[in-house]
T-cell receptor
Framework: GNSVTQMEGPVTLSEEAFLTINCTYTATGYPSLFWYVQYPGEGLQLLLKATKADDKGSNKGFEATYRKETTSFHLEKGSVQVSDSAVYFCALSATGTASKLTFGTGTRLQVTL | KAGVTQTPRYLIKTRGQQVTLSCSPISGHRSVSWYQQTPGQGLQFLFEYFSETQRNKGNFPGRFSGRQFSNSRSEMNVSTLELGDSALYLC??????????????????FGAGSRLTVL
């Protein structure tokens, strides 16, 4: 079946540091890939997405590239802020399906001044 | 444009009771999905409803059920509650539940969740 593996957290960074959160996946066919973010006490917010191989999703300074050859979708940001502190989830959906997502375990990011 | 609204936000039940959670999707969205989030199992898909019919189902026991009304609002019910049912239950909606690959349109929008504590 489908699965998503994320790096273990927590990740602690100083403000303005570079962020990478690794995500790899196992899936049949051509899945779509997502990063969601969850702030304390809130639901999930879509951060970015990529629906085809080599697509780059980007939003609010975050980027991730859909790499089919390495089955990866790593999240990056060049300069993190304290306000980026949250839990980040990598997820995939099977071809054509939007409603049934398979999530990774989540990576908690803590950014300090 | 209002987002996905879930009620109640917090509730406490005891073992053996049942609970009903409600979800109002974004106006015009006809697909509603439910997820369970726990520290141990993470985020797991429960089921999806589209046009009042269950279209997809995850691997949960029959104690977990749901329904969707003609206005697309959805409810989920958990009967005979167990301690392990304590979780954040998230509802998400999309227009049709089918991802449009080229544009990436029709992704899920999540609500803030209903936090259930079973004592």
């Amino acid at each position: 079946g489908n699965s998503v593996t994320q790096m273990e957290g927590p990740v602690t960074l100083s403000e303005e540091a570079f962020l990478t959160i690794n995500c790899t996946y196992t899936a049949t066919g051509y899945p779509s890939l997502f990063w969601y973010v969850q702030y304390p006490g809130e639901g999930l917010q879509l951060l970015l997405k990529a629906t085809k191989a080599d697509d780059k999703g980007s939003n609010k300074g975050f980027e991730a590239t859909y790499r089919k050859e390495t089955t990866s979708f790593h999240l990056e940001k060049g300069s993190v802020q304290v306000s980026d502190s949250a839990v980040y989830f990598c997820a995939l959906s099977a071809t054509g399906t939007a409603s049934k997502l398979t999530f990774g375990t989540g990576t908690r990011l803590q950014v300090t001044l | 444009k209002a987002g996905v609204t879930q009620t109640p936000r917090y509730l406490i039940k005891t073992r053996g009771q049942q609970v009903t959670l409600s979800c109002s999707p974004i106006s015009g969205h006809r697909s509603v999905s439910w997820y369970q989030q726990t520290p141990g199992q993470g985020l797991q898909f429960l089921f999806e409803y589209f046009s009042e019919t269950q279209r997809n189902k995850g691997n949960f026991p029959g104690r977990f059920s749901g329904r969707q009304f003609s206005n697309s609002r959805s409810e989920m019910n958990v009967s005979t509650l167990e301690l392990g049912d304590s979780a954040l239950y998230l509802c998400a909606s999309s227009l049709t539940g089918v991802l449009i690959i080229d544009s990436g349109a029709n992704v899920l929008t999540f609500g803030a969740g209903s936090r259930l504590t079973v004592l």
